[in-house]
């Protein structure tokens, strides 16, 4: 036992001794969630437009202005001709332009109709059909105003209810997420480069003919990174609640609980391919090939499962993250108790009992 | 390296692309109607023909239907209570709720734009069917709004998709490959016997970049012609003038990994330090989501983030055709910059020397 502590002992030197790997160890999640919660935005917001307005009449003076003060558009130019519409956007310059047709106020008053044409810079089509939706939004806010007296009859009244999330906030999606990609960096990415250095020196046949048990020596190995993973851990859900406001509506017992688990998953996968690898730089490739890329991609982190075409979505089965992502939102946001996910508890936990003991059949063939 | 090089670009535009879609369709619905009237009916009906939803459930208690989106089983619940129709001929109001699980805020406020707009549609048409003895004189004022979307009508995200892809891949070669391959020398010690060679510090210099150079610009072409080929990108703008930008982008970016090896001494660190800016960078950027929508000061950051810039020009070209003179300023400010970086790298390079 004592060897064991002392070799535990050991372990934690090695990391606290390389400076600046543990800066980024623990620079890199406190800058991930400040990214994803400031930068990577999906909202509108202060987007740049321009107005061809060929009325100029009170109306359309009125509209521009509703639609200006409404905080999601900035008025970048007023055009005066058709002509530099397309000039404006090869500029890169605004998203969206809007043309009042003539005697604008006269065609609502009279003909009690007049046309609006919004043309949107649709080389980012996701802002641009967001763009749309909300400027279009405004207009029909003003058009309803002004019939306010009319009341059609029969007619549906939807109440909309935006569940778990009535601010549409885009971090409360992101954090979630960016938890999953850390825990399993740190976890599984220093893990195998931590086994597979030892290998690359050869200093892990020393550790062999040492009296230590295989089992100590993995253990051993992977006990600072599930102390480094829960400090993390625990570093994100602080970042999100006290700096995001992100809701922790479920029991945090069952948050740690399954925390753990998911860092045991990634732990495991570690040991796996370090198993594989020999060398840093493999142990490398595979981390950012097998791990990264599917973590931030597959798991529906950013981009929504159900959009993805079929194939790719019966890729994200074997994918871990993806039940953890789910788990964290759930728990997280939704309030949901253990028994609404269990499957997904039961995938993961099933995914670290095949990656343990996969490893353990690769590493006694190692031995001999 | 040549696997590295063909096959992962082909993998990484196969699988990113198709995965990083924001497009929506298929809204998973759940429909709890305790009216079952025929107006009831025909407003789900509304709901099935429409694309984005997909009706896959309907059931009689809204508790089972709530605990549905509690499991991710289901996106939007369509509610109708009893006595809908009664009300909407009596009262003239009809009342239905609509729950959408907003945790993914931005596919919550599309979903929602999608309903409405169907309930709108079929307000129009039962005014149409029953509301013709009780209209009134003056009709009420509407503006008629034409949408168009120009440079990607079809609103195909993937055209937005394969530049940013692109963007990335060119860019993990310039930085990347440079800095492990010249830190690889100096773990390694050969870079004492380059050192003894009478070879000139800047033909060492140029030496080292000038392969990944070429090897860079060539993996853009290939990218392209992937893309045009499997994607149907297509491309509005001038090819060489966007080889002209991406040349001097890459003087920045071998610059930088010139810079990273000064400053690290083993592979490892390289690694760890490329990771950690390429990911603050590259995410910064705009590749996903919109520069717009980012605060004021990541904007400001964004003016020194030369993916920013890259990421900016090749969509301009590839898809709005922007010319030589819409692309002048970044065009300066690019050269700008590989000049500061490229000598600032080759001044901290004579120090290790």
């Given at each position: 036992m004592?060897s064991f502590t ?6 934690f ?8 790997t543990l800066?980024?160890?623990f620079?890199l999640p ?8 400031y930068v ?6 202060d987007v ?8 100029k ?7 521009t202005?509703k ?5 999601f558009?900035l008025l970048?130019?007023?055009l005066?001709n058709e002509?530099?519409?397309?000039k404006i ?8 332009v809007i043309?009042?047709e003539k005697n ?8 009690r ?5 919004l043309?949107?810079d649709?080389?980012d089509?996701?802002?641009?059909s967001?763009?749309?939706n ?12 002004q019939n306010?007296g009319f ?8 109440e909309t209810r935006?569940m778990?999330n009535?601010?549409l ?10 938890m999953a990609?850390?825990l ?6 220093m893990t ?5 250095r030892?290998k690359?020196m050869?200093?892990?046949?020393v550790l062999?003919?040492?009296p230590l048990r295989?089992?100590?020596?993995i253990v051993g ?12 851990a ?6 999100g609640?006290f ?5 922790i509506?479920g ?7 399954e ?6 998953l ?16 493999v142990a490398m490739?595979i981390s950012?090939?097998?791990?990264m890329?599917?973590t ?13 075409p ?7 089965y074997i ?6 992502v789910e788990?964290?939102?759930s728990v997280m ?8 996910i269990w499957p997904?508890t039961?995938v993961?936990?099933?995914?670290t009992?095949i990656?343990?003991?996969l490893?353990?059949l690769k ?5 001999e | 390296?040549?696997?590295i ?15 990083a879609?924001m497009e929506m369709?298929?809204?998973d619905m759940?429909v709890v ?5 025929p ?7 509304k709901f099935?023909?429409?694309?984005f939803?997909d009706?896959h459930?309907?059931g009689?208690?809204i508790?089972?239907a709530k ?8 996106q939007?619940?369509l ?5 809908f129709?009664k009300?909407l001929?009596k009262?003239n109001?009809?009342?239905v709720?609509?729950?959408i699980?907003?945790?993914n ?23 149409a069917k ?5 209209l009134?004189?003056?009709?009420p ?7 168009s979307?120009w440079?990607?009508?079809q609103l195909?995200f993937?055209f ?5 892809i692109?963007v990335?891949?060119?860019?993990m ?6 800095a492990?391959n010249i ?5 390694i010690?050969?870079i004492?016997q380059?050192?003894?060679t009478?070879?000139?510090k ?14 860079a ?10 893309g045009?080929?499997l994607?149907?990108?297509p ?11 991406a040349?001097l982008?890459l003087l920045v970016l071998?610059?930088?990994?010139l810079l990273?090896s000064t ?7 390289v690694?760890?330090?490329s ?12 590749v996903?989501t919109?520069?717009e929508?980012?605060?004021k000061?990541a904007q ?23 010319g030589f ?11 700008v910059?590989?000049?500061i ?13």
């Amino acid at each position: 036992m004592n060897s064991f502590t002392g070799f535990v002992k050991k372990e934690f030197l090695h990391i606290l001794r390389d400076f600046r790997t543990l800066i980024i160890l623990f620079g890199l999640p406190i800058a991930q969630i400040l990214i994803f919660g400031y930068v990577i935005r999906n909202e509108i917001d202060d987007v740049r437009i321009a107005v061809l307005d060929y009325s100029k009449d009170d109306v359309t003076l009125e509209l521009t202005n509703k639609i200006i003060s409404s905080g999601f558009f900035l008025l970048y130019e007023n055009l005066t001709n058709e002509a530099s519409v397309e000039k404006i956007f090869r500029k890169g310059k605004v998203k969206e332009v809007i043309i009042f047709e003539k005697n604008f106020a006269e065609r609502l008053e009279r003909d009690r109709t007049a046309s609006v044409q919004l043309i949107a810079d649709a080389s980012d089509p996701n802002s641009a059909s967001l763009v749309v939706n909300y400027t279009n939004g405004i207009l029909f806010d003003y058009v309803k105003k002004q019939n306010s007296g009319f009341n059609p009859p029969f007619k549906i009244v939807p109440e909309t209810r935006m569940m778990f999330n009535p601010g549409l906030k885009s971090v409360f999606m992101f954090v979630p997420g960016t938890m999953a990609l850390i825990l399993m960096l740190v976890s599984a990415m220093m893990t195998s480069i931590s086994i597979a250095r030892e290998k690359e020196m050869g200093t892990m046949e020393v550790l062999l003919v040492s009296p230590l048990r295989p089992i100590q020596i993995i253990v051993g190995k992977v006990m600072p990174y599930v102390l480094l993973s829960c400090i993390n851990a625990v570093v994100i859900i602080a970042l999100g609640y006290f700096v995001f406001q992100l809701p922790i509506r479920g029991s945090l017992i069952v948050l740690f609980g399954e925390t753990i688990l998911f860092i045991s998953l990634a732990l495991s996968l570690g040991i796996l391919i370090s198993t594989m690898a020999n060398s840093q730089q493999v142990a490398m490739f595979i981390s950012i090939f097998a791990l990264m890329l599917p973590t931030i991609l597959l798991s529906g982190f950013i981009f929504p499962i159900e959009n993805m075409p079929k194939i790719l979505q019966w890729l994200t089965y074997i994918v871990p993250p993806r039940y953890f992502v789910e788990i964290l939102r759930s728990v997280m946001l939704k309030g949901t108790g253990i028994i609404n996910i269990w499957p997904q508890t039961t995938v993961l936990l099933a995914m670290t009992i095949i990656f343990i003991g996969l490893s353990a059949l690769k590493f006694k063939t190692r031995l001999e | 390296m040549l696997p590295i090089i063909f096959i992962v670009p082909i993998v990484q535009l196969l699988i990113l692309v198709n995965a990083a879609t924001m497009e929506m369709k298929h809204i998973d619905m759940e429909v709890v109607d305790l009216d079952l009237s025929p107006t009831s009916r025909k407003l789900i009906n509304k709901f099935m023909g429409s694309p984005f939803f997909d009706i896959h459930k309907s059931g009689f208690s809204i508790n089972q239907a709530k605990v549905d989106l509690l499991e991710n089983k289901t996106q939007i619940i369509l509610y109708i209570p009893l006595d809908f129709e009664k009300r909407l001929y009596k009262e003239n109001k009809g009342e239905v709720q609509i729950l959408i699980d907003a945790v993914n805020g931005m596919t919550a406020s599309l979903a929602n734009v999608y309903s409405q707009s169907v309930i709108s549609d079929f307000n129009s048409e039962l005014l149409a069917k029953k509301g013709t003895n009780v209209l009134i004189n003056t009709r009420p004022k509407s503006i008629t709004v034409e949408n168009s979307y120009w440079y990607n009508p079809q609103l195909n995200f993937k055209f937005y998709m394969v530049p940013g892809i692109l963007v990335i891949l060119v860019s993990m070669i310039g930085v990347f490959l440079t800095a492990i391959n010249i830190v690889r020398e100096k773990e390694i010690g050969t870079i004492e016997q380059v050192n003894v060679t009478p070879i000139k510090k800047y033909q060492f210099i140029a030496g080292k970049l000038v392969p990944f150079w070429i090897i860079a610009m060539f993996e853009l072409g290939f990218g392209l012609v992937v893309g045009k080929l499997l994607f149907k990108l297509p491309i509005e703008g001038s090819i060489p003038l966007l080889n002209l930008f991406a040349a001097l982008y890459l003087l920045v970016l071998l610059g930088l990994g010139l810079l990273i090896s000064t400053i690290s001494d083993s592979q490892q660190q390289v690694m760890f330090l490329s990771f950690f800016f390429f990911i603050t960078f590259i995410l910064m950027s705009g590749v996903f989501t919109p520069e717009e929508s980012m605060p004021k000061w990541a904007q400001y950051v964004n003016s020194i983030n030369p993916f920013a810039y890259f990421m900016r020009v090749i969509r301009m070209i590839i898809l709005k055709g922007s010319g030589f003179m819409d692309i002048l300023k970044e065009l300066v400010s690019i050269t700008v910059f590989g000049i500061i970086v490229l000598s600032l790298a080759i001044w901290r390079y004579r120090k290790v020397v």
